[in-house]
């Protein structure tokens, strides 16, 4: 199977501060990517699909990229509202594996 | 407007099967092509894909998980269900269901203990 790993697991951060997330896949997995926000005590949400379609009602903010094997999730500029973890998921194929999260927080 | 929505049992004791059901409103199980799935949260940790199953009926399941799950559908009722048999307290949990990766639902936490 499949695994994804993400990193950093965690990061600190200023307020307006460029932040970048990256999901590593051990084989490709074209673009079917998707990155979810977890604020503490909620369920996730969607933030992007297909490695880089801003999910509608999102801040564009946040942004995607990647196809194959190696992903990003950039945040431009790090708001007080986007501590949280973010967890990527592959859709490809089943096992529709997530990555083990990385928890963002402000500096 | 799609909306999904988990119900059952919030207690199950060890060594029974957890039975849970999510309800769709706003989208028709039978004539979409989506898949349908669940995905579960112990506490303090991260999400675990469970399995999903596709219109037409073929389920897919997390290799970990496979010799206790079965999620069916129930296009009468607009339902999809998941059943995990042998639980122990590891299987205690938040559970989600959605619609591919798009919609999902507000989530049932469900605790396994005597």
């Known amino acids: 199977d499949i695994q994804m790993t993400q990193s950093p697991s965690s990061l600190s951060a200023s307020v307006g501060d460029r932040v970048t997330i990256t999901c590593r896949a051990s084989?490709?997995?074209?673009?079917?990517l998707a990155w979810f926000q977890q604020k503490p005590g909620k369920g996730p949400n969607l933030l992007i699909y297909l490695a880089s379609t801003l999910q509608s009602g999102v801040p564009s903010r946040f942004s995607g990229s990647g196809s194959g094997t190696d992903f990003t999730l950039t945040i431009s500029s790090l708001q007080p509202e986007d501590v949280a973890t973010y967890y990527c998921q592959k859709y490809n194929s089943a096992p529709w594996t997530f990555g083990q999260g990385t928890k963002v927080d402000i500096k | 407007q799609l909306q999904l929505q988990e119900s059952g049992p919030g207690l199950v004791k060890p060594s029974e099967t957890l039975s849970l059901t999510c309800t769709v409103s706003?989208?028709?199980?039978?004539?979409?092509?989506?898949?349908w799935g669940w995905i579960r949260q112990p506490p303090g940790k991260g999400l675990e894909w469970i399995g999903n199953i596709y219109y037409s009926g073929t389920p897919y399941y997390n290799p970990s998980l496979e010799s206790r799950v079965t999620i069916s559908v129930d296009t009468s009722k607009n339902q999809f269900s998941l059943k995990l048999t042998s639980v122990t307290a590891a299987d205690t949990a938040v559970y989600y269901c959605?619609?591919?990766?798009?919609?999902w639902g507000q989530g049932t936490l469900v605790t396994v203990s005597s």
């Open positions: 706003g989208d028709s199980i039978s004539t979409t092509t989506y898949y």
């Open positions: 084989q490709g997995i074209s673009n079917y």
């Open positions: 959605a619609r591919g990766v798009r919609a």
